[in-house]
Antibody, heavy 118, light 108 residues
Framework: EVRLVESGGGLVQPGGSLRLSCAAS????????INWVRQAPGKGLEWVSF????????YYADSVKGRFTISRDNANNSLYLQMNSLRTDDTAVYYC???????????WGKGTTVTVSS | EIVLTQSPGTLSLSPGERATLSCRAS???????LAWYQQKLGQAPRLLIY???SRATGIPDRFSGSGSATDFTLTISRLEPEDFAVYYC?????????FGQGTKVEIK
């Protein structure tokens, strides 16, 4: 079964840091690009960051650029999102999603919840 | 930057009825890069349609997508009880992914 499983969410104070992980299984992880997408409570979906299959190409949404860092470990089928200088408006469920050739996302994890609050 | 505007915000329909959801782009986009997702409460999004009109694996044929340039449509031919959910369109352009704000399909 093709799966993505996020972890690492939690409660953090404004200005703090958190590292999210996404574990892949059931497919050749090193062949696929991955997105992070988030959803604030009661709101819509917002793209956060992209990493190509090799890790050589990386993009960020303007809202997180300079604060978040995406990376991957193909040997361990894992994706990461290092989140620094967290703000209250970063509070959301964070999903990792597999990206296909025409830039749609065909496999999604169940998400991990990040709450930024004092 | 592309903006996707979905309408209506909420669609109130009965099971068995036809649902027509609109997604309008602020500028012309390639239909190859237009996708639709379904999201139920408390769940992750699920891919329904990619390339504007291709159904994802396992998606029933009551779901169909159409459109080009700036105007795209998701049609659910006959609503089943499990189809009541929020639907998002998504596009890609210039190293960015954009989602519409969503259309909620609710039971009338």
């Amino acid at each position: 079964e093709v799966r993505l499983v996020e972890s690492g969410g939690g409660l953090v104070q404004p200005g703090g840091s958190l590292r999210l992980s996404c574990a892949a299984s059931g497919f050749t992880f090193s062949s696929y690009s991955i997105n992070w997408v988030r959803q604030a409570p009661g709101k819509g979906l917002e793209w956060v960051s992209f990493i190509s299959n090799t890790g050589n190409t990386i993009y960020y949404a303007d809202s997180v650029k300079g604060r978040f860092t995406i990376s991957r470990d193909n040997a361990n089928n894992s994706l990461y999102l290092q989140m620094n200088s967290l703000r209250t408006d970063d509070t959301a469920v964070y999903y990792c999603a597999r990206v296909r050739t025409n830039y749609y996302m065909d496999v999604w994890g169940k998400g991990t919840t990040v709450t930024v609050s004092s | 930057e592309i903006v996707l505007t979905q309408s209506p915000g909420t669609l109130s329909l009965s099971p068995g009825e036809r649902a027509t959801l609109s997604c309008r782009a602020s500028q012309s986009i390639s239909s190859s890069y237009l996708a639709w997702y379904q999201q139920k409460l408390g769940q992750a999004p699920r891919l329904l349609i990619y390339g504007a009109s291709s159904r994802a694996t396992g998606i029933p044929d009551r779901f169909s997508g159409s459109g080009s340039a700036t105007d795209f449509t998701l049609t659910i031919s006959r609503l089943e009880p499990e189809d009541f959910a929020v639907y998002y369109c998504q596009s890609y352009d210039s190293s960015r992914w954009t989602f519409g704000q969503g259309t909620k399909v609710e039971i009338k």
